[in-house]
């Protein structure tokens, strides 16, 4: 029973963890390099927008430390309430352990997810006005 939920915590945070990886990927082969080939493109133009795709980056990067302190929070508290059920002195105190522990890993999964996306669509819309604004004269 616990190594389902563990195994179910750790595939959750490595699913978590490669999409980040695989977006960040994505957006710096993308964009970082991009002006260089716009013809007529301005040197101060190419800069600005390089700046301003370093700070979303970065902001991007934090996002993801802050994602990553999370799931460790997350797993901590689920290993302390592991070792809670093992506690159970009957079978009823122990499924009402369980059931805790799997609400809360669902509501710990749900949470991560609603604000991967979050962060997903809020850098995307930053990084669509950085580029739609930057374009030169």
Known sequence: MFEQIFESLRQT?????????????????QWIFAPRGVAGASTDWSRTL??????????????????VNASYR??????????????????????HTVEDLLRRLVETTRHQLESQ?????????KSLKVINGGVPM
């Open 13 to 29: 945070s490595e699913s978590s963890l490669h999409l980040q990886q695989e977006m960040i990927k994505h957006w710096s082969q």
């Open 50 to 67: 390089q700046r301003q795709y370093v700070e979303l980056v970065l902001e991007l990067l934090n996002k993801h430390r802050e994602s």
């Open 74 to 95: 997350a797993a901590i508290q689920v290993l302390e309430q592991v070792f809670r059920a093992s506690d159970a002195r009957s079978s009823d105190d122990y499924r």
């Open 117 to 125: 996306v979050g962060d997903l669509q809020s850098w995307t819309a």
